[in-house]
């Protein structure tokens, strides 16, 4: 029986046989459901940078309030430039394992859409 092919990128490939995920290879017959998952991103660290560069600003000399700002600047960037993590869940008889991460939701919706295909195909 041939392999039909559902969806590749590079790096992924999904298959009504297997689901391989760079070096990573799935059985499809072993895969009972998949699902989305979406961690949001940290900003702890970019806060932190912002409060430390507010102090620094309102605390300082001329030159550290120079520093101050640059800091919370960066915090300010690190926010903005912050993005989601979607991930690829399948899973099992033995359990769930997280396939694949991407910050392209796009992509993940792709994969998960051919996955579902496979699992239908599959019957």
């Not at 029986?1 to 298959?15: N, S």
């Amino acid at each position: 029986m041939a392999e039909d092919v559902f969806y590749e990128a590079p790096g992924v490939k999904v298959t009504n046989a297997r689901f391989i995920v760079d070096n990573q290879t799935y059985a499809m017959n072993g895969v009972t459901s998949v699902k989305t998952l979406t961690i949001p991103p940290s900003y702890g660290g970019a806060i932190i940078a912002i409060l430390i560069g507010l102090v620094l600003l309102f605390a300082g000399a001329a030159g550290v309030k120079v520093l101050g700002l640059a800091i919370a600047a960066f915090g300010i960037f690190l926010i903005v430039k912050a993005k989601a993590e979607h991930v690829v869940v399948l899973h099992s008889a033995s359990g769930e394992a997280q396939a694949l991460k991407s910050t392209d939701g796009q992509h993940i919706h792709d994969v998960i859409a051919a996955l579902n295909d496979a699992l239908v195909h599959r019957g």
